[in-house]
């Protein structure tokens, strides 16, 4: 580490403002072994150096992606497992997944649409109208 220069120690407040990512949530991520401290300070605070800066933008890069927080573990697992070739392949199944649960949930969004423009379709003169009862109101059958 010649010549390189490190930053000070970060508690997780400072990790936070410099992030974006609450204090809660940093918080979480040390207690699940995705970053690490670098030990604690002398009023027991966490530590965190420029590495953790890292960590968490990757996180987010990650959870940006579509990754849970269980799939960025797994990556996370096999990443420090030092199995370099299965790093690529394990992220590469896991975006696999994301983009399987982001089909589901569009093909859900395009049938909501679908039924949306069937339900206009077939109300269109109700929708228009400006006294209109809806779906059998027992108001209106009695003749209210």
């Excluded at 992030?19 to 918080?27: A, H, M, N, W």
């Excluded at 849970?68 to 696999?96: I, K, M, N, P, Q």
Aim: aromatic share 8%; net charge neutral.
């Amino acid at each position: 580490m010649r010549g390189e220069q490190r930053l000070p120690l970060m508690t997780v407040g400072e990790l936070s403002r410099r992030t974006g990512v609450s204090i809660k949530v940093l918080r979480q991520y040390t207690d699940w072994g995705l970053i690490y401290t670098a030990g604690r300070s002398a009023a027991n605070y966490r530590l965190f150096d420029s590495d953790a800066l890292w960590c968490v933008r990757w996180i987010g890069t990650l959870r940006g992606l579509g990754l849970t927080v269980a799939e960025v573990r797994e990556l996370t697992t096999a990443y420090l497992d030092g199995a370099g070739e299965s790093f690529g392949r394990s992220l590469e199944e896991l975006l696999g997944r994301s983009r399987e649960r982001l089909t589901q949930r569009i093909a859900a969004q395009q049938q909501m649409l679908r039924r949306i423009d069937e339900f206009e379709a077939e109300h269109q003169a109700d929708l228009a109208a400006s006294d209109v009862c809806w779906a059998g109101d027992p108001r209106c059958a009695a003749g209210a």
